[in-house]
């Protein structure tokens, strides 16, 4: 017999009968009280019927009440359920009461570990750590085990590929297989900052999968995602929720480090805490950000010079700052000087590869060794946004329009709330221009706007496009705005600083100078 004490597990949830509340992870449902009490006893008899009588006794101990109440608790319970994409767990019996058909249910007493597989805490890394726990299959049909374990198989092997990342073998995550675990417990038994969870359900022809990401130190959800997709291809659908769900942890986890390390005191950051503080910086992609930037990477590469990572963000500073504060030649040279260091050091590193990429394309001028870089990069982590987002930019100055909007489409649907997302957008400005699509272009240099205010070269798509389409006051407008952020701005010497596709220059070049910008 189960006793008042007692602390049940099943699926993402906890409930703690003694304090009334039922916990999805670490967070407390709104679920009321009548209801709780519901959950406990249906729980308390999983897989076997409860009736209408029980459950009103259990919920309203010897009051009379009309079976609406009980219809009302339990649509609240589902609804809380829902949230998880559980509310299927509580069947309904017609005429007979309720059943609960959701995950085994586990019990322990409160503060116990979950499974104390552990006999110690682990420290952590100093890179950021993450484990993926096997996911919970909600369907019936046990095909869809192997389906949920191949697809944790295919995110274990992705993020493996991400150098920066520290991540935890199958073997030791699948010890977890059908238990009901605490993640922070997890994240101690295991010693990592992240945990990755997740369930698939099949519904008819369709697959869905939700993943969520949390920070095992506190509790706190770093990022979560709902997939649905048709079973027509198993294993195609397989891969393409591993690659979207690598694609879209990887900046979600940077951001997170990003605010880890601010917390952190200025003298007791090494290397990689340097770069990753300088990392919002450099993704601002202005002047006076990029400077400040440049001051932690170069005490990074003094710590530890053959720092790819360090060496491709200060190629991508430098190259801000030769296309946005006077096209001075020391800066091109240095781009290019630390993109040629990131590729010689960073090998097995897709992120240095493709900064480095990206600065020999756009101020070496040499598009070969470009995709050379990034084609490197993404062969070692085909998840890798970055790559495609940027690589649609060098395409975007290069005129090959129709191959820049497919890669910019790429590399936001693998991360859509990239940093770098007002890249792509304004890659596919620029190239629906040049297509003469100038609705399309003008909604892609707006996204692109909206994603990067702060950045000049998204305000001169905008200009090119509102210009092109005849709204020539706003075209002024921004315009302006552009010379706001970047008095030095002459279209004709960005276009040679990029080495600009002679037709997209003339196509972009005419809306520019209508709109007002010096040439």
């Excluded at 880890?260 to 450099?282: C, G, H, I, T």
């Excluded at 600065?359 to 870089?373: E, Q, V």
Aim: charged share 20%; net charge neutral.
């Amino acid at each position: 017999m189960m006793s008042g004490s007692d602390i049940y597990q099943f699926g993402p949830f906890r409930l703690d009968p003694a304090a009334g509340i039922l916990y999805r992870g670490d967070e407390p449902t709104m679920l009321g009280s009548r209801a709780v009490a519901l959950l406990r006893r249906l729980i308390e008899n999983a897989r076997a019927p409860v009736s209408k009588d029980a459950l009103i006794a259990a919920g309203w101990g010897g009051l009379a009440v009309a079976d609406n109440n009980l219809s009302v608790q339990i649509a609240a319970l589902r609804r809380v359920l829902a949230e998880a994409d559980a509310e299927r767990w509580i069947e309904t019996i017609p005429r007979r009461g309720y059943r609960y058909v959701g995950p085994q249910v586990l019990r322990s007493v409160p503060d116990a570990p979950a499974i104390g597989r552990a006999a110690s805490i682990l420290t952590l890394p100093e890179k950021p750590s993450v484990a993926v726990l096997p996911f919970s299959n909600l369907s019936d049909d046990p095909e869809q085990e192997y389906f949920a374990d191949g697809m944790v198989d295919d995110i274990i092997t992705g993020l493996a590929r991400i150098k920066w990342l520290f991540v935890i073998a199958r073997n030791s995550t699948f010890i977890y297989k059908g238990h009901a675990v605490d993640v922070k417990q997890v994240g101690l038994e295991l010693g990592v900052r992240y945990v990755l969870e997740g369930s698939v359900r099949r519904v008819g022809g369709s697959v869905r999968v939700i993943v969520q990401m949390i920070d095992a130190s506190n509790g706190g959800h770093v990022w979560a995602e709902r997939y649905d997709r048709s079973y027509e291809d198993i294993f195609a659908l397989q891969d393409e929720i591993a690659l979207s769900t690598v694609g879209a942890i990887a900046p979600s986890v940077r951001k997170a480090e990003i605010e880890r390390v601010r917390r952190k005191r200025p003298e007791s950051l090494d290397a990689y805490d340097l770069v990753l503080q300088a990392q919002p910086d450099v993704d601002s992609g202005m002047p006076a950000q990029v400077t400040r930037a440049l001051a932690l990477l170069e005490r990074a590469i003094v710590l530890d010079p053959t720092y790819a990572l360090a060496h491709g963000n200060a190629a991508m500073c430098h190259h801000c700052l030769f296309l946005r504060a006077g096209l001075q030649e020391i800066n091109r040279t240095a781009s290019i000087y630390h993109a040629r260091l990131a590729i010689t050091y960073g090998q097995d590193d897709p992120l240095a590869l493709t900064w480095a990429g990206f600065s020999i394309g756009m101020d070496a001028h040499d598009r070969p060794a470009a995709f050379a870089s990034l084609e490197a990069a993404l062969a070692i982590s085909p998840s890798s946004a970055l790559s495609y987002i940027l690589g649609s930019v060098i395409l975007g100055w290069s005129g090959e329009a129709e191959r820049a909007i497919e890669w910019s489409e790429r590399g936001l649907r693998l991360s859509p709330f990239d940093s770098w997302a007002w890249a792509a957008f304004d890659a596919q400005a620029m190239s629906y221009l040049l297509c003469g699509r100038y609705e399309d272009g003008c909604r892609a240099a707006y996204k692109s706007v909206q994603a990067n205010p702060a950045h000049s070269i998204t305000h001169v798509q905008l200009a090119a496009a509102l210009a092109k389409l005849g709204r020539m006051d706003e075209a002024r407008e921004a315009a302006a705005r552009v010379l706001q952020l970047q008095p030095s701005f002459r279209f004709g010497r960005q276009f040679a600083g990029v080495n600009c596709a002679p037709a997209l220059a003339l196509a972009l070049g005419g809306a520019l100078r209508d709109a007002g910008l010096p040439e």
